[in-house]
T-cell receptor, first 115, second 114 residues
Framework: ETGVTQSPTHLIKTRGQQVTLRCSSQ?????VSWYQQALGQGPQFIFQ???????GRGNFPPRFSGLQFPNYSSELNVNALELDDSALYLC??????????????FGPGTRLTVL | AQSVTQLGSHVSVSEGALVLLRCNYS??????LFWYVQYPNQGLQLLLK??????LVKGINGFEAEFKKSETSFHLTKPSAHMSDAAEYFC????????????FGTGTRLLVSP
């Protein structure tokens, strides 16, 4: 069974640019969540996608957006990058449509650096 | 609002010693609680979770945690530390408001010395 994969591993962008991060969910999982982990902090919830629709969002501005595809893979897009967007971005997949008892399986993350 | 507090950003133990990582939560409803471990340059791996039922939960790698409602705690323990346990540990509470949102603590880095 293939786990959650993310690409790219590392990315360097300059302020004002746009970035797209990608995530492939674990086989059999229909729900994808994205988290931002700043250095020395715990992950912060960005949003969750279930069956190609956003079904929940954290306290992040609209320039953070996403997509989920029919195969349940997902993208995170960030527009107008700011220095504070530098972080590790984690994708997690789960199988039960976002039930509170579900287990989220995390990918290795994408390290984004904004200069 | 639900939140998680992890006391101690760093915990140091000797190999073979007891590991105790503290987690307290605040929740207005019965919580669902998780412990995840993060090794350097990797994502998070689930150690264990509490949903309902038995309050002592056993996880992988010899870790266990006990849900104590009266103390609003979910501390993680391991009887004997191993060098390979050195990592960052995160406690999280799960919210269900139509979707699952994990709210994480700030993490505790476990250091294991020979």
């Amino acid at each position: 069974e293939t786990g959650v994969t993310q690409s790219p591993t590392h990315l360097i962008k300059t302020r004002g640019q746009q970035v797209t991060l990608r995530c492939s969910s674990q086989s059999g999982h229909n729900t994808v969540s994205w988290y931002q982990q700043a250095l020395g902090q715990g992950p912060q919830f960005i949003f969750q996608y279930y069956r190609e629709e956003e079904n929940g969002r954290g306290n992040f501005p609209p320039r953070f957006s996403g997509l989920q595809f029919p195969n349940y893979s997902s993208e995170l897009n960030v527009n107008a990058l700011e220095l504070d967007d530098s972080a590790l971005y984690l994708c997690a997949s789960s199988r039960q449509g976002g039930r509170a008892t579900d287990t989220q399986y995390f990918g290795p993350g994408t390290r984004l650096t904004v200069l | 609002a639900q939140s998680v507090t992890q006391l101690g950003s760093h915990v140091s133990v000797s190999e073979g010693a007891l590991v105790l990582l503290r987690c307290n939560y605040s929740s207005s409803v019965p919580p669902y609680l998780f412990w995840y471990v993060q090794y350097p340059n990797q994502g998070l791996q689930l150690l264990l979770k509490y949903t309902t039922g038995a309050t002592l939960v056993k996880g992988i790698n010899g870790f266990e945690a006990e849900f104590k409602k009266s103390e609003t705690s979910f501390h993680l323990t391991k009887p004997s530390a191993h060098m390979s346990d050195a990592a960052e540990y995160f406690c999280a509470v799960s919210l269900n408001t139509g979707f699952q949102k994990l709210v994480f603590g700030t993490g505790t880095r476990l250091l294991v010395s020979p």
